[in-house]
């Protein structure tokens, strides 16, 4: 059986990917979440309660950025050996991971609506992740779908039936006759898929972006009352 070749990316595609990879790392750089002391015994009153739950919130952030980072080695070894048995298998993991995070979240929101505390405020912050965090899972799973699929004029070609054995100086038979009528659909085809890769990456930066703001307020929160106690 004959070997595949794939053309080299365009300059321009390249590019977003470098931006993507600059601009949505996705191991986000995170502080330490527990202090040296470890555990929560002996935090009975209400402050101290919440200093506990949303403690626990930023640890569940914290594996989610640990999953990100194996979602996307596990994505880049893929695009490297081609091995999509075991991709896929990472992507289940992966989707097992998320969801036991958001149940635990969840959990936490719940906590927080509690008459003990009632903070609704809290509890609106940690729904905004969750929506957040479901778009950033999507629209990271869109651009490695697009990635895996590839640009239009860039689909794998076979050399199966090559009229000559040799890698140099051989004619595909199977290659067609570019046409204007062709060409043009395949530079519009491309441009639509430059476009969506931009908006999956826009995407992604937005609901970081978010998190990251969201987190920030947790951690101001638990400062705050850790003061005050």
Known sequence: MGSLQRPD???NLMNIEAEFERKVA????????????GGYEGETDSPSKIVMLLRRFLALQQRRA????????GFDDYMVS???????????????????????VLE?????????????????ILRSVQAQE???????ATFQVLKKTGRPSEGLVSHENCRFGKPAGHEC?????ITEASGTEEAEAGADYENALREAIKGVQDAVTVINEHVEEVRYEIAAALEDS
């Open 173 to 177: 038979v199977h290659i067609q006759t």
């Open 82 to 104: 081609g091995v999509d048995s075991t991709y896929q298998q990472l992507c289940r993991q992966i989707a097992v991971e998320f969801n036991d995070c958001s149940k635990q």
């Open 66 to 73: 640990q999953s990100y980072t194996r979602l996307k080695r």
């Open 134 to 140: 479901k778009k950033k899972l999507h629209l990271t």
């Open 26 to 37: 996705i191991c986000d750089e995170m502080d330490e979440i527990l202090d040296g002391s």
């Open 9 to 11: 990316l365009p300059q």
């Open 108 to 124: 936490i929101e719940s906590q927080l609506l509690c008459p003990n505390y009632f903070r609704e405020d809290l509890a609106a």
